[in-house]
């Protein structure tokens, strides 16, 4: 078991390398809390404001709450002035629907963007352990030369890389979470939950940390062919 623990004792090698690529996960997940949050809260308002007839957004209907009715008011407001501004004749109707398009395909718009940052983060990865794993061929040698087994090695080189998926998915998760919450405050209390529901976090987590072990598949199954006679003749 002992050969289990060296990816906990390598992580503190290469350190800048390796927080190199913590930082670029960190930075991926903080983006992707951050936009796919506020795609959620977007969803939320939209099925908060829906009605049954299947409309995203309402329509001024007269049993309306004194809430709704507020909402109506103020949409009433603003196409009146959209239309004294621009001389146009746009009715409460066509407002709702363009902003109804528009809020839909800004959440696509985010949840393309969270995923490309995300990926982006953790395709680091596999650069990153391929550098350390190559530093490391006398290492492996030396390693196999004691009657360490290929999966040994190769389960050994992927969960270095699954950690470096963690650790960078915790931070960007303590982060992205803190700054969730800021952006919470000044919107109205309760809403965090809307913003932040309890599956995003462990998800994102867990998400992060299995494709940071399966873009280190690569470099740990080449370093665990690599034969005892070369990776001893190796100069670094």
């Known amino acids: 078991m002992g050969i289990y623990i060296l990816p906990l004792k390598n992580l503190r090698r290469n350190r800048l ?4 690529a913590v930082l670029r ?3 991926g997940v903080i983006i992707l809390l951050i936009l796919v949050s506020s795609g959620l809260g977007i969803n939320s308002f939209i099925k908060n404001s829906g009605t049954s ?7 001024p209907q007269s049993n309306q709450t004194v809430t709704t009715t507020n909402q109506t008011n103020m949409v009433s407001s603003l196409v009146n002035y959209l239309n004294s501004f621009f001389g146009s004749s746009i009715t409460e109707n066509q407002f709702l629907s363009r902003l109804e398009d528009l809020l839909v395909n800004l959440v696509y718009i985010l949840d ?7 990926l982006v983060g953790v395709l680091g990865i596999m650069n990153t352990m391929g550098f350390n794993l190559s530093d490391r061929k006398r290492e492996i040698g030396l390693l196999k030369s004691m009657g360490f087994t290929k ?22 998760v303590i982060i992205g979470t803190l700054g969730i919450w800021i952006i919470s405050t000044f919107l109205e209390p309760g809403f965090l939950t809307v913003l932040l529901p309890f599956w995003l976090i462990p998800g994102t987590v867990f998400i992060t940390t299995i494709l940071s072990l399966i873009l280190g598949l690569y470099p740990a199954w080449f370093t665990s062919k690599i034969k005892v006679e070369e990776a001893l003749c190796c100069e670094y």
């Open 112 to 118: 393309g963007v969270a995923s490309v940052a995300l």
């Open 17 to 20: 390398r390796n927080l190199s």
């Open 53 to 59: 007839n299947g409309k995203i957004l309402a329509s």
């Open 25 to 27: 996960i960190a930075l």
């Open 151 to 172: 999966n040994q090695i190769f389960i050994s080189c992927t969960l270095e890389s699954g950690l470096l998926g963690l650790i960078g998915s915790i931070i960007g």
